[in-house]
């Protein structure tokens, strides 16, 4: 059964600092791994998402990594701003329409 | 940009009651699922629905719980006798179904059951 894992779950960093955040997966056997943003009480969006053939994906000052043999992604955010503050959630899938596999997320909060 | 909608946000229901979740999937999509996030926990499969039947279902999903496609465009959620555990917040979701599988979520609805 497939676990993922996020650390740390909670991070706190002065405005303007480049952070990363980890997810881990037991079973390499993935189809995709997808980055998600959650405010508080709202929805999930997507901010990236990584094919298992593919190594990174980068969206404005997002990068994400995947070393799908060792059952890892990271989600890197470089000058982080206040805006950037949320629970950042990466998830699994085995194949393109089987249920993705959700971490607990890394609540962030970027202090001005 | 085409976004999946959800209706209501939030429903106050009493311990018993039936409750139904409403969801307009993105038009072009194929592939619809119900996900459901406890306060404090994580986002949980329930049901993935695909050309008018369930195609993968969790252990959350029990007799409790129906989906229905009604019309072309609104995909459904039934609790039939709702209970405390039920509170949480449910998502839905849509896909493509090929390509990269990404899949996009609507904005939640939040159950509260008293």
Same mark, same amino acid.
Request: hydrophobic share 40%.
């Given at each position: 059964k497939q676990e993922v894992t996020q650390i740390p779950a909670a991070l706190s960093v002065p405005e303007g600092e480049n952070l990363v955040l980890n997810c881990s997966f037991t079973d390499s056997a993935i189809y995709?791994?997808?980055?998600?943003?959650?405010?508080?009480?709202k929805g999930l969006t997507s901010?990236?998402?990584?094919?298992?053939?593919?190594?990174?994906?980068?969206?404005?000052r997002l990068n994400a990594s995947l070393d799908k043999s060792s059952g890892r992604s990271t989600l890197y955010i470089a000058a982080s701003q206040p805006g950037d503050s949320a629970t950042y959630l990466c998830a699994v899938s085995r194949s393109g329409n089987t249920p993705l596999v959700f971490g607990k997320g890394t609540r962030l909060s970027v202090i001005a | 940009e085409p976004e999946v909608t959800q209706t209501p946000s939030h429903q106050v229901t009493q311990m018993g009651q039936e409750v139904i979740l409403r969801c307009v999937p993105i038009s072009n999509h194929l592939y619809f699922y119900w996900y459901r996030q406890i306060l404090g926990q994580k986002v949980?499969?329930?049901?993935?629905?695909?050309n008018n039947e369930?195609? $993968?279902? *969790?252990?959350i999903f029990d007799d409790q719980f129906s989906v229905e496609r009604p019309d072309g465009s609104n995909f459904t959620l039934k609790i039939r006798s709702t209970k405390l555990e039920d509170?949480?917040?449910?998502?839905c979701a849509s896909s493509t179904g090929v390509d990269t599988g990404e899949?996009?979520?609507? $904005?939640? *609805?939040?159950?509260?059951?008293?």
């Open positions: 995709n791994l997808q980055w998600f943003r959650q405010d508080p009480g901010l990236l998402l990584i094919q298992s053939s593919q190594r990174e994906q980068t969206s404005g | 949980e499969f329930l049901v993935s629905f695909y369930i195609s $993968e279902k *969790s252990e509170s949480a917040m449910y998502f899949l996009f979520f609507g $904005e939640g *609805s939040r159950l509260t059951v008293l």
